[in-house]
């Protein structure tokens, strides 16, 4: 069937809206009609970096309704509201164990561009598109592995539900799946766009009793007080790793590292406490740590997190019944665009005028 995608041909360009063919859906696929998709930085790296072949549909936090359905899927059918989330196989050690995010054919399955028996469903003047996520969410529809995708509650606006699938349950996840961090502790989260704002508001669901939000953005230090962070640091006015330690008495038990850089990697890292632990979740280049006295003199941890280290098919309705609750009102991350304005939402993005935008594709 032909449907409108945003499609990239090459490294570092404009997104175009174009028609494309979309094949329709094998064994225990599904076909969703994409009401709506989250933009995230992977994205941009994708498009950027090159992490992806070429041509591809990008998109990976999409929503939707599903469609049609293929032979021997028997958990969702037509009419179902879905998140769709990261590919997995479903069949490895790491995935029968509940850790999917580490599926050992995650990198394949997510940036290999074709699904996981190797063909593709996109395709445009007789060209095979790659897929992004198992999913190429970018799109007025999509195909994806029914295993891929979650049934959510159907109360709940589904157009806002899309980044539940990648970079909110990341965020909160990471504190909630992985770091579980104590009632009474203390978190130091580093960077306060749609993943740290997201783990702010789950270490305010725990209880921890200093959450510190770090970033170079005022406006974004306000909100992340509004949603639960305890104390803000803007790192451009103050020396960060002394100001923990101030506030904590010696150092965060633990910390959430979301923006990559170097520096504020070392930072999160020299303002642990002894036998702290910080989770990595931010694409970090190469970088120097003096490991023995930025790390193992003092007992500290230092791990990645990917995807945080969550089961989307139990931690995403999660997530949604705290929002019900009022809990995790990640609404206020938001902000909506029309599909033909993909460009201009990634552009606000990067401008960190939007935290979290969310592209509007069907109704």
């Given at each position: 069937m032909d449907i409108k995608a945003a499609v990239t041909h090459n490294q570092d360009t404009a997104f175009e809206l174009e028609t494309v063919q979309l094949a329709m859906p094998e064994i225990d696929e599904i076909r969703v009609k994409v009401i709506a998709t989250g933009v995230c930085h992977t994205d941009v790296v994708a498009r950027d970096m090159g992490i992806a072949p070429f041509p591809i549909v990008l998109g990976h936090e999409g929503s939707g309704i599903v469609d049609a359905v293929g032979a021997g899927v028997t958990d969702l059918q037509v009419g179902d509201p879905v998140v769709l989330s990261f590919a997995h196989c479903g069949n490895c050690g790491h995935c029968l164990t509940g850790h999917p995010t580490v599926c050992d054919t995650f990198n394949e399955l997510n940036f290999?561009?074709?699904m996981d028996d190797g063909t593709h469903r996109l395709a445009q003047d007789g060209e095979t598109?790659?897929?992004?996520?198992?999913?190429?969410?970018?799109?007025?529809?999509?195909?994806?592995?029914?295993?891929?995708?979650?049934?959510?509650?159907?109360?709940?606006?589904?157009?806002?539900?899309?980044?539940?699938?990648?970079?909110i349950q990341t965020g909160a996840g990471t504190v909630l799946n992985r770091l579980k961090p104590e009632f009474g502790s203390s978190i130091v989260i580093y960077g306060a766009g749609?993943?740290?704002?997201?783990?702010?508001?789950?270490?305010?669901?725990?209880?921890?009793?200093?959450?510190?939000?770090?970033?170079?953005?005022?406006?974004?230090?306000?909100?992340?007080?509004?949603?639960?962070?305890?104390?803000?640091l803007n790192g451009e006015n103050v020396d960060v790793v002394t100001e923990v330690k101030k506030i904590t008495d010696g150092g965060s038990h633990y910390a959430?590292?979301?923006?990559g850089v170097p520096t504020v990697v070392k930072q999160s890292l020299n303002a642990l406490?002894?036998?702290?632990?910080?989770?990595?979740?931010?694409?970090?280049?190469?970088?120097?740590?003096?490991v023995h006295n930025d790390l193992m003199a003092e007992g500290k941890?230092?791990?990645?997190?990917?995807?945080?280290?969550?089961?989307?098919?139990?931690f995403i309705p999660q997530l949604i019944a705290y929002f019900k609750a009022g809990q995790f009102p990640f609404d206020k991350l938001v902000k909506f665009y029309d599909f033909e304005n993909i460009n201009q939402a990634f552009e606000d993005s990067a401008n960190g005028i939007t935290i979290k935008p969310i592209l509007r594709v069907g109704s």
């Open positions: 290999g561009g074709a598109l790659a897929t992004f996520f198992g999913q190429s969410s970018f799109a007025t529809y999509a195909i994806a592995k029914s295993r891929n995708a979650v049934k959510v509650d159907s109360e709940v606006d589904l157009a806002l539900l899309g980044p539940l699938g990648c970079g749609a993943v740290g704002l997201s783990a702010v508001m789950a270490a305010k669901i725990v209880g921890c009793q200093h959450i510190i939000a770090v970033d170079m953005h005022d406006s974004r230090l306000e909100l992340a007080k509004e949603l639960g962070a305890t104390h803000t959430v590292e979301t923006t406490r002894s036998l702290g632990t910080v989770a990595i979740v931010g694409i970090t280049p190469e970088m120097n740590i003096d941890s230092m791990i990645g997190v990917i995807e945080g280290d969550s089961i989307p098919r139990v």
